[in-house]
């Protein structure tokens, strides 16, 4: 096969390294995952991904270069504009929309350069007194075409600089994508609900994605994550940060397993760090459990959903991410004060979110790039002169 046959994705998370090949037609030919610690220069992402690469080109034959890249920020920006074209004779739409396009970016070049366009979503589409939710690509219209947007951005600076170490590692992103939109979006179509809410826990970030009618109407990150619980649980019981982030991972056992007749050896050590520090199980729960609390209210207080908002109300919350993990087989009361019909873990993948970000590569609209004429060598001359 020829490189153009592959395609590579990396989920470039704060405490995990995910690597994911597949063929032209979407087949797994290698994944593996790698946990991490982040520093300024993420040394320790790259010296896992070139480890990983390295095993991944000697499994499958094959050289590796061009990346797709899956990350998430607390920083992460959203835009919503409307833009319209009036038309003085008919026209094929997707044409149109590409002049829509160059027009949107230039929009956010001008407006907001400090940030990098990272998803365009059409959210409805409106054309000759009709609307739609997707843009009839070979749709012919007559009088106008106006597009409801929503953008989604990285800080420039961010993508500028890990642009810049994949390059010194000799790998070339070609896309960036918003991870927790990616796979809160596959999982969403799979799941075939009309409303759903995703909370994804990260390190020290979480994400609400709220969709409404199949669409994403909310997307909010915060600068919490699970760190803050392991940093909330070494602070209640004065024990340190390592102890303390084991202890919360006990809590990934079932109740059943959280007994010291069933665990395992090294959990057994835990456990009697536990009764050392004269820790309350019960009490450790609360810590964990108003923490996640904390996150869920301010995520969606930060997105002006209310309880008396009634279109959350009836839906289901799924919790995702690494720092979710500790819901996977322990169900906590909530004050659920937004009335979801049920809360419950989502469990996921590696290489499942390495092929969200792919089914999206694939299925995204190609946003037209501006062409100029070539330049002769007299042109660029003369044009060297005159500025």
């Known amino acids: 096969m020829n490189r153009e046959d ?149 800080p420039k600076k961010l993508i500028k600089h890990i642009k810049s170490k994949f390059i010194e590692n000799n790998l070339n992103v070609i896309n960036f994508f918003c991870t927790s939109y990616v796979k809160s979006s596959s999982y969403f179509k799979k799941l075939g609900l009309n409303n759903s809410c995703f909370l994804d826990i990260g390190l020290k970030r979480t994400s609400l994605l709220y969709y409404e009618c199949k669409k994403l109407k909310y997307i909010k990150s915060i600068h919490l994550g699970s760190f803050n619980i392991t940093k909330d649980i070494s602070k209640v019981f004065n024990i340190n940060l390592e102890d303390a982030e084991e202890i919360k991972k006990i809590f990934n056992k079932s109740e059943k397993e959280f007994t010291f007749s069933t665990m395992n050896s090294e959990n057994k050590i835990l456990f009697k760090k536990i009764i050392h520090n004269k820790i309350s199980i019960d009490q450790l729960k609360k810590v964990i459990l108003y923490r996640v609390q904390e996150i869920i209210n301010l995520t969606l207080k930060k997105n002006h959903i209310t309880n008396h908002d009634n279109s959350i109300r009836d839906t289901e919350l799924f919790m995702i991410g690494r720092g979710s993990a500790v819901f996977k087989s322990n169900f906590f009361h909530q004050n659920d004060e937004f009335f979801f019909k049920s809360i419950s873990f989502f469990p996921e993948i590696d290489s499942q979110i390495c092929n969200s970000g792919l089914i999206h590569y694939l299925n995204s609209y190609e946003t037209p790039k501006i062409t100029r004429k070539k330049q002769g060598i007299f042109e660029k001359f003369f044009n060297s002169f005159g500025k």
């Open 6 to 154: 592959f395609f590579n994705l990396i989920d470039f998370g704060s405490s995990r390294v995910r690597f994911s090949v597949f063929d032209y037609e979407s087949n797994k030919k290698f994944s593996e995952s790698r946990n991490v610690s982040i520093n300024t220069n993420y040394t320790d992402h790259f010296n896992a991904i070139n480890e990983v690469v390295k095993k991944a080109e000697k499994s499958i034959s094959y050289h590796v270069n061009d990346v797709i890249l899956l990350l998430d920020s607390s920083d992460l920006f959203t835009i919503d504009v409307s833009l319209r074209k009036n038309l003085n004779k008919k026209s094929q739409i997707f044409k149109v929309y590409d002049t829509l396009i160059l027009e949107l970016n230039q929009l956010i070049n001008t407006y907001y350069s400090n940030y990098y366009i990272a998803h365009t979503i059409i959210n409805k589409c409106f054309f000759d007194d009709k609307s739609n939710d997707e843009l009839p690509k070979n749709q012919i219209i007559y009088k106008y075409l106006k597009v409801d947007f929503k953008i989604l951005c990285f």
